[in-house]
């Protein structure tokens, strides 16, 4: 950031843009969903964080597990979801 501020960009108006942008794109990418659900998954990751620190797993196989986790939760519920709308 420091060579960004040297060469004269405006870095907290960009930033400021960015997250803007990325805010209003995962908005609209999200379509249906429930409160309580994102709130259930939050923890889980949460406490699934904390436990693979207490045992002791790598970071970077931290990260692979969660990304894993919620790949598969997303096709669970794209496969819930087009069965409901088959019915």
Same mark, same amino acid.
Request: proline share 0%.
């Given at each position: 950031m420091q060579a960004a501020r040297?060469?004269?960009?405006?870095?907290?108006r960009h930033l400021i843009i960015v997250y803007s942008i990325a805010g209003l794109l995962a908005g609209l990418a999200s379509g249906v969903g429930r #409160?309580?659900?994102t709130v259930i998954g939050a923890l889980l990751l949460g406490v699934m964080a904390s436990g693979f620190t207490f045992v002791g797993v790598d970071a970077y196989l931290q990260d692979i597990i969660k990304v894993l986790i919620i790949?598969?939760?997303?096709? #669970?519920?794209?496969?819930?979801n087009k069965r409901k709308l088959k019915r």
């Amino acid at each position: 950031m420091q060579a960004a501020r040297t060469s004269g960009i405006n870095v907290k108006r960009h930033l400021i843009i960015v997250y803007s942008i990325a805010g209003l794109l995962a908005g609209l990418a999200s379509g249906v969903g429930r #409160i309580t659900r994102t709130v259930i998954g939050a923890l889980l990751l949460g406490v699934m964080a904390s436990g693979f620190t207490f045992v002791g797993v790598d970071a970077y196989l931290q990260d692979i597990i969660k990304v894993l986790i919620i790949v598969v939760a997303v096709v #669970i519920d794209q496969y819930r979801n087009k069965r409901k709308l088959k019915r």
